[in-house]
């Protein structure tokens, strides 16, 4: 039972001194008993909170940035008219700031018997499961005098999936992978690794990929076409040691990674490779082996709406084994993680023979493009001194990355906008080169 503003006015006002309300001791005997009787008859004809019947449904998944619905349905057992203010409560990050208490408090009436119907829209700020609280109700008599209130446990959860903004850049990938493919005109004949058809001679081609046993028996010269081998194994390690906890922008480097291996593996599961997913900093985060084309990328999306970067430093030598157990056939292994001198001097440069002795590795990493911006900032003595630092930093990612492709390994490093489209790029190159 909880005393309303209204009734705790009228119970002020009923206490004051006699000669203000009443010349008498009666006025006053009166004004309380009234007051006292309302307030009982508004009690009473509250509807009850613990017997509402409620429910939930709609949405279990929505990608970040975008909003997910949940309706709550409430129904009224007794027989009073039901006039309620409810809270349905979530986690913080189910909002953006300042929108929570208008998004999940809600006005409703129901009618003795009926139900009726609230949506709660979410519009989390964050990835991972966003799990539901419980559901107040206040009820409130016809006077508003007196309310009863009452919560109710109502589980319910909504996955929010990384947004994968590089999706946008899949159309173009696709049209090189098509001509990669040898499905359009645009392919320059001689390029990939499998042989595909002959055709006859036209100006132009390459005279490395003329078919002499087959000219021999036709009365025009035959070359050979080629496309790039399909069936290969592309392993996506994602770094979610304490490095990916740093923040580009407004996210972490983490999440910048996993929206360019999302674009690569919709690319490479298109081209009709096998794509895996291996997350690690000192044990396994999330693994995910063994998918068909069309079920890889939401298998990767749902794995990665959970993971968040660990303060630890990655264990290169236990990620190496991992992807080593992962990847027992030869792979394109891609590991996206940081171009730091140190983590890479100390951890990934010892390990590099075992994983390179098989496999071919692409090493992506997230740069800063405040860094960018630092470096060509002048006008000032400070400026001038970040400036300094800036260069300083770059160049020590530079003989980092020079020192991966001494030992065979391709590099990519860029900022998170470009990242995506870059990795692609390199993957595609790597596939007209034959060397997956």
Not at 44 to 73: E, I, K
Not at 101 to 113: E, F, K, N, S, W
Not at 373 to 402: I, L, N, P
Request: include cysteine; glycine fraction near 8%.
């Amino acid at each position: 039972m909880a005393l309303t503003g209204r009734a705790a006015l009228l119970a002020a006002l009923g206490s004051l001194p006699v000669g203000i309300l009443d010349p008498g001791w009666t006025g006053l005997l009166a004004v309380n008993g009234s007051l006292a009787l309302a307030c009982a008859c508004d009690y009473a004809l509250a509807a009850p909170v613990r017997r509402l019947v409620l429910s939930r449904s709609g949405d279990t998944t929505t990608r970040l940035g975008d909003t997910a619905d949940v309706t709550l349905t409430i129904t009224n057992p007794s027989k009073r008219l039901l006039r309620a203010r409810l809270r349905d409560a979530w986690p913080p990050s189910s909002w953006q700031p300042g929108t929570e208490i208008a998004a999940c408090r809600h006005r409703l009436t129901v009618p003795p018997g009926e139900r009726r119907r609230v949506t709660t829209r979410l519009r989390p700020t964050r990835r991972g499961d966003r799990q539901a609280d419980r559901v107040t109700v206040r009820s409130y008599g016809p006077l508003g005098l007196f309310s009863r209130q009452g919560a109710h446990t109502l589980p319910w959860s909504v996955r929010v999936l990384p947004p994968f903004t590089s999706r946008k850049h899949l159309p173009s990938k696709l049209a090189r992978l098509r001509e990669l493919d040898g499905r359009t005109s645009v392919l320059t004949r001689g390029e990939g690794t499998e042989f595909d058809s002959l055709r006859e001679y036209v100006p132009g081609d390459d005279t490395r990929s003329i078919d002499w046993r087959a000219t021999a028996r036709h009365s025009s010269v035959a070359v050979r076409t080629w496309r790039p081998e399909r069936d290969r194994h592309i392993l996506l390690v994602l770094d979610t040691g304490r490095t990916s906890a740093g923040r580009v922008g407004d996210a972490p480097r983490l999440d910048a990674s996993m929206d360019s291996a999302l674009l690569l593996a919709a690319l490479a599961s298109r081209a009709g490779d096998r794509v895996a997913l291996l997350a690690y900093d000192r044990r396994v985060r999330a693994l995910v082996q063994g998918r068909s084309a069309g079920d890889v990328l939401p298998g990767l999306v749902n794995a990665m709406a959970t993971l968040e970067p660990e303060l630890v430093e990655t264990d290169a030598r236990g990620l190496s084994a991992a992807a080593l157990r992962t990847a027992p056939r030869r792979s394109l292994i891609v590991l996206l993680t940081t171009l730091d001198a140190a983590p890479v001097e100390q951890g990934l440069l010892p390990v590099l023979p075992q994983l390179t002795q098989r496999h071919t590795l692409l090493v992506a990493s997230v740069a800063d493009p405040h860094i960018a911006g630092m470096a060509e900032a002048r006008g000032s003595a400070e400026a001038v001194y970040e400036a300094a630092a800036a260069a300083q930093a770059q160049e020590e990612r530079r003989r980092t990355a020079e020192q991966l492709r001494r030992h065979g390994v391709t590099v990519v490093d860029a900022t998170p906008e470009d990242l995506a489209p870059a990795l692609a790029d390199a993957y595609l190159a790597l596939k007209a080169a034959g060397r997956l």
